[in-house]
């Protein structure tokens, strides 16, 4: 029951594409309700029915079923449609109803137009329900021997956490707040999660693009399930002298393992892999050419999937 | 009058985008018309209607108006597929109606279907006629420093070349033909394009991943112009010694530059690369942490369009 890379693909790329068949786009495009903001005549983001329809009669917010619209009419800049969008989420999350809510985070992502600008921040474990784009870091860690060989740093996450509770993870990762640049959040995470020293991180790591893609919620990532969730992971590269030591900074890491490729491939394989950190996994070994044209059938698609362009405004 | 990054990725990769502007999309495919092969109920490229107009009547194709789509009829394998296809385009060149066709390299490239099958063989020429996918390799040369600064191998196209003549390019590009891998592709223009010896190239070139777009062609792609072309490009990065020296090994180049970043930067921005061969670069970049999020705002935006999932099989 081995994984191909295409299918590690699948598992976190899964909203359908206009470009390969336009008749099930349309289909799966038909079914959900466009967020949007007043005076911004586009979708920030794609809802399921049953959510948008808990915003019907709300104060603030208006729902057309003719063209499928959810849209925030109040607010007139960022700040004011982050209170209404604030003060509605707290009303719910009173009122149970939102699996998702209950792992309130006190955390802010933004949400941008189509002039990068911030339209509204939102509480993050709201983001599912909006189906808005979220940012964050992966970053891979890894020591190349004096003979060459290539090993990589992978954690396991804590089997108690909430969310893929025991699967294979990059070495740091996590989502970036409002306000936060990608780097900054970087070097943040690198200290809490692996004990990595921010010196150490601004010397020696190296920006390397993002990975996008769109995934539908499955019951491993908690709460709702068929949430759409578009990311956007900024992805990093660090080599490490061999005598330095990745080790748990917090308790969401249960340990960290130093793995060859071909361990690391057949963990990936298995399925052991938190979905979208295979896929960040899948593009180090693309740009370091372990995974090549010649050893991969399916390499061209595989590169695109994991750059996916988003519907959506993005940063 | 400089040009940003995004507006290099904008000169490259013209064809618009469904999940950006539904309506200008459906507009600009609703002109063209659909190739296809016999049984096979989908889109090998897109063609303009003048073009399609041409097949009209000719033994083994079929023009249907009403759905936009031009077939050939004739051919139960890829054998006989490539010489009716053949046979047409032969005949065409006779009648000299096709610049593109002026230019006949006797070089064919393959027309891949859903279960990448090589459906038919085209000549090289012919393939901007019928809007296929075609493939390429792209090679960036680059030296670094005892201090860590990086220098990169710019050649100048020479200025009697028919296409791009005078542009600056990638250190090594070329076609891949039918029945080529794209490594054994880089290998021999390496050889040719830059007198780099096949032992060097193997044992210090890394595959890292693909560049794909899709062009519309312009006068100085040479023949008819708004000519449909979507491309991938394998690219590859080589790091040399310091003393290794790039040299022509053909006419088509007229002299190697060893360029700091800034000045490739500048050269950049002033249009001076060949379009497709500045994307290359800018991909370069991205994977080399030089463009970054912090200093390129259009980050996610150029990741994403240099990877751009194209309409129809890929390889």
């Known amino acids: 029951m081995s994984k191909s890379n295409l299918g590690l693909v699948d598992t976190c790329d899964t909203f359908p594409y206009y470009q390969v068949d336009a008749d099930l786009y349309a289909a799966s495009i038909s079914t959900y309700y466009e967020l949007r903001v007043h005076d911004h005549d586009y979708a920030l983001g794609y809802m399921l029915p049953s959510v948008a329809e808990v915003f019907r009669n709300v104060p603030h917010w208006e729902i057309n079923d003719d063209d499928r619209i959810l849209t925030l009419l109040s607010g007139g800049n960022s700040s004011e449609r982050s209170q209404f969008v604030e003060a509605t989420l707290l009303a719910l999350r ?186 960040v996994m899948l593009d180090f070994f693309i740009r370091h050419g372990v995974v090549t044209p010649e050893n991969e059938k399916d390499y061209v698609e595989i590169v695109s999937r994991l750059h996916r362009r988003l519907e959506f405004p993005t940063l």
């Open 94 to 279: 009173e009122t149970g109803h939102f699996k998702v809510l209950n792992k309130w985070r006190n955390e802010l992502y933004p949400v941008y137009g189509r002039n990068k600008e911030v339209l509204f921040n939102v509480e993050r474990s709201a983001s599912p329900l909006f189906g808005i784009v979220t940012y964050g870091v992966h970053l891979t860690a890894y020591t190349r021997s004096t003979e060459g060989e290539l090993k990589i740093w992978i954690p396991r996450r804590a089997r108690t956490k909430q969310t893929y509770g025991g699967m294979l993870d990059n070495a740091v990762a996590g989502g970036i707040s409002s306000g936060e640049s990608p780097f900054e959040s970087l070097v943040r995470e690198c200290a809490e999660e692996a004990s990595l020293p921010a010196d150490l991180v601004r010397s020696r790591v190296r920006g390397c693009g993002t990975v996008t893609y769109y995934y539908i919620r499955t019951e491993e990532a908690g709460g709702e399930t068929n949430l759409l969730q578009p990311e956007c992971q900024y992805v990093y590269d660090i080599e490490l002298p061999e005598d330095v030591t990745l080790t748990p900074g917090d308790d969401e890491v249960e340990e960290f393992y130093l793995w060859g490729v071909a361990e690391v491939r057949e963990h990936m394989a298995k399925g052991e892999f938190k979905p979208n950190c295979a896929l």
